[in-house]
């Protein structure tokens, strides 16, 4: 079975002219989960992730995958597989025959083709002209290149972008399969919802830098959650708090309990008898947090750097890359259809038609 490997990002910065994509990114992803790579459009998540796969050169600072940089790799698609937003496939060419020159370039045995169509739910379409792919099909196909040589590091952007609900559940629960395995799952993002039923660990970065990093839990800090219980019988229910000893404070919409969840009070009230009228969670969604960390409303500790989980950043508004800064190639990526996938900015559609 592949074996994860750590991805370290160090001062990690690309600008392109005046303009800063990605500023000091610091931060680390582990193996044996998936990491949630977060930002609003602009914010560097792409350029961080081309940095981190050999394609851009930074300005200064290093991306490593296991200690070594992506050239330095002795077999890059057996150790990482990636599905990147800005890369294409030739219409005319087949699924299977796209997979196929990758497979070739890269030394791989013809047989994963047909493994890894059938595990991305393409079989049936191996022979299909890729032309003819709806957007989530193509984000399959794109899947299935980066899966192509078993590598234990896959490092997907936007990779449910196109997909169906079906086709999403489908996406979460392979991912977490991956990961469960010891692989090292990196996954963007701009919106949290999308991967929060996912992911172990999140990075996000605003404006090229880091604004968190850490468990999905620490992103939320307890104190800003409180519990609103009522009931009918309201001193019954304040007498039952005073002599659990759990503190409160009564307010017009009833009785705010910090540090104790709904569950646990609600038990507490029905083994003493108390009916209640009222038993909420109240407190700022993570969404809502998300939004306050990307516009600097909210500053977390984790932004230093020195967090246990991380990861990188996307593109600015300035172009990718000049000749200058633009990595050289290597072998493994020198098919025409490397082994990044297009995930082209339109709306969503449906996977097949």
Known sequence: MPDGQVLQFAELTKRFGAVSAVDGLTARVAPGQVTGFLGPNGAGKTTSLRMLLGLVRPTSGTATIGGRAYADLEHPLQT???????????????????????????????????????????????????????LGMRQRLGLAAA????PG???????????DPEGIRWMRSLLRSLADEGRTVL??????AEVQQTV?????ISAGRL???????????????????DAPDRDALLHLLDERGIGYQVL?????????????????AAGAGIALSSLQRKGASLEE???????????????????????????????EATAPDVAPARADWAAPDAATVETPPTPASEEQR
Do not use: M
């Open 289 to 319: 947090i998300f939004l306050d960390l990307v516009s600097g409303a909210r500053v977390h500790p984790s932004a230093a750097g020195d967090g246990p989980v991380a990861a990188p950043a996307e593109d600015a508004a300035a172009p």
């Open 80 to 134: 990482v597989g990636a599905a990147l937003e800005a890369s294409s496939f030739h219409p005319g060419r087949s699924a299977a025959n796209h997979l196929a020159i990758l497979a070739q370039a890269a030394g791989l045995p013809s047989r994963r083709i047909d493994e890894v169509l059938g595990l991305v739910g393409l079989a049936d379409v191996a022979g299909r002209r890729i032309g003819g792919f709806s």
């Open 153 to 163: 590091v896959l490092v997907l952007d936007e990779p449910t972008n196109g997909l």
């Open 252 to 268: 017009r919409n009833g009785v705010t309990v910090r540090h104790s969840e709904p569950a646990e009070l609600g038990a507490l």
């Open 200 to 204: 172990d660990a999140l990075l996000i």
């Open 211 to 229: 604004v968190f990093q850490g468990d999905i839990d620490a992103l939320a800090d307890p104190d800003e959650y409180a519990t609103i219980v």
């Open 187 to 192: 996954v963007s993002s701009h919106l949290l």
């Open 147 to 150: 899966l192509l040589g078993d």
